[in-house]
């Protein structure tokens, strides 16, 4: 699995998102009456981003993963609640519709009729067959072959039917080909890294790409012949404006109608600008606490259990956060199919941390630390410098644990030295950071003892903690399946064990904050590699 880079970008010099602590998208302007988008007008999205290319598949930038949004299209998309959803194929494949054959190594994906190129060639099966053989092509260093290399054969039978046999059960087999290349145009490159298509390129989305013009603008206009019908708008342009200040006064001055990812620090500018609405949703992006299990202290779990009972999530995001995350208890995404909606959410219990730590042998001290054979509850959480935000949150957790009667210490580290040092060689006793959220709750990388770093698999495991639970492996291997509610099921099973366990205590997921003008309708944020963009052939001016 991979941990989308698209938002990775951001995470070393974290944070760009902002929210609520609620678990739904908030508008935080009351809207009192729903529009209807009209057809025709321009929309302007200011971007602090420029995209290095337009070819999806050679770039994990965020700009370039939003513009592909709008002039490819894929087999399937994800909406913002988390469904998948067909686009270039008719329907999602299951077992029961014989998408999925009975030993789920082949997949049968019938693909949507009269769908057309922005040139007005045909979209066929020859189009996806193509994609995978030019990723194969395309250097490791760009892009992650995870999945397409699990890949034995891919065929066209006819024009409107693909099959794909899997060397091995691939569960997440519906993230792949979330963007399809044109053949007809694109096959012609020996080397595509180098091709003039990837700044001009031709798709079958619901945009078609005009003119790029370096340091300012792409534009875009409505793809008439778009197989769900005209978007609603007659043009989009994607304008960078890598400056924030300049970002705010141009979406108060009206130069620009819509932006995303904006910073925290500016949520109480962009409530005041009168013509914006603030849309916040959650993002995919969830900051946690690993311990390490090789250190003596957290051998024991209920010492282990007093620390994630002596945490206030709540109350760091009502007051840190100002109310801008999304309190979680797991390591799956809130709208997840595979996050629990039963379980619920654990609260700060200091009686609940007594009982505990008694269990386990400790005592409280004069000074109000718990002791055992002569030696302090005491540890050290390494995170990363350079960020107020998690600077803020880190802190609030130590006072937090000390008053519980457990003494933290905050060590800094640049961004640089923390991942590649700290994390990687476990150099560490407690260790806060974040990460990204697959659109597959696959987190065999995190969770599955092969994956504990070591000079056995070259350092590349990201079992930070060191969990090593054979359940749990057991679990996450029968999970590969693709069959979805007993994978649901497993990756319940999983989360329970990590909730009595904790390896890992998640804290909360940052919020994204959308400055969107009152006069656009249809915006529905989506935190998914998809992106806000998902749905962008419905966005309009109200009427």
């Not at 709750?441 to 930070?464: E, F, R």
Request: glycine residues 6%.
């Amino acid at each position: 699995m991979r941990f989308k880079y698209i938002l990775c970008l951001m995470l070393t010099s974290m944070i760009f998102f902002t929210g609520c602590g609620s678990r739904n998208q908030l508008d935080l302007k009351k809207n009192t009456k729903p529009s209807v988008a009209v057809d025709g007008g321009q929309l302007i999205y200011g971007s602090q981003y420029e995209p290095n290319t337009l070819n999806p598949y050679l770039s994990d930038m965020l700009a370039c993963a939003e513009l592909s949004r709008i002039i490819f299209s894929g087999l399937f998309i994800m909406d913002d609640k988390g469904n998948w959803i067909a686009d270039l194929a008719r329907e999602v494949p299951t077992i029961a519709n014989g998408g999925i054959s009975p030993d789920g190594l082949t997949v049968t994906y019938h693909l949507k009729n009269n769908i057309l190129w922005h040139d007005g060639a045909p979209f066929t099966a020859r189009d996806v067959v193509f994609t995978w053989q030019a990723i194969q092509k395309i250097p490791d260093k760009i892009l992650s072959k995870e999945g397409y290399n699990r890949i034995a054969e891919i065929t066209a039978p006819d024009a409107h039917t693909v099959v794909l046999r899997f060397r091995e059960v691939y569960a997440p087999f519906l993230k792949l080909f979330p963007y399809i290349l044109p053949e007809h145009l694109a096959a012609k490159y020996n080397d595509i890294t180098k091709a003039e298509f990837n700044r001009a390129p031709v798709g079958t989305g619901p945009f078609v790409f005009k003119k790029w013009t370096v340091a300012d603008s792409i534009v875009l206009e409505a793809n008439r012949r778009y197989y769900k019908g005209k978007p609603k708008l007659d043009s989009l342009v994607y304008k960078f404006v890598p400056d924030q200040k300049i970002l705010l006064a141009q979406l108060k001055s009206e130069q620009i109608h819509l932006s995303s990812n904006m910073s925290i620090n500016q949520i109480e500018q962009v409530k005041a600008i009168s013509n914006v609405k603030s849309v916040v949703s959650s993002s995919m992006v969830w900051e946690h606490l690993d311990l390490n299990l090789d250190n003596p202290l957290f051998k024991d779990v209920k010492v282990r259990q007093a620390i994630k009972y002596a945490i206030d999530r709540k109350a760091i995001v009502e007051k840190v956060l100002r109310n801008n995350a999304f309190i979680t208890n797991t390591d799956q995404w809130a709208f997840s199919w595979a996050n629990n909606p039963d379980k619920k959410l654990s609260g700060r219990d200091i009686s609940h941390v007594q009982q505990l730590l008694t269990q386990a042998g400790w005592k409280e001290g004069s000074d109000g630390i718990y002791q055992k054979d002569g030696k302090k509850l005491s540890f050290t959480v390494a995170t990363t410098a350079g960020d107020n935000l998690r600077s803020n949150v880190v802190q609030a957790i130590a006072q937090q644990l000390k008053d519980a009667g457990i003494n933290v210490e905050v060590q800094f580290y640049d961004s640089q030295r923390f991942f590649t040092e700290v994390l990687r060689y476990r150099n560490f006793e407690v260790a806060m950071f974040a990460w990204v959220a697959g659109v597959d709750p696959d987190n065999s990388i995190l969770w599955h003892s092969k994956n504990v770093p070591s000079i056995y698999n070259g350092y590349a495991g990201k079992n930070y903690s060191g969990w090593k639970n054979p359940n749990v492996d057991l679990l996450l291997s029968q999970a590969q399946t693709v069959d979805l509610d007993k994978r649901r099921q497993l990756y319940f099973a999983v989360q329970d064990f990590m909730t009595a366990e904790c390896p890992s205590i998640p804290l909360f997921y940052y919020a994204n904050l959308n400055a969107v003008s009152n006069s656009i309708v249809n915006f529905k944020p989506n935190p998914t590699l998809y992106s806000n963009f998902w749905n962008v052939w419905e966005w309009g001016f109200s009427g």
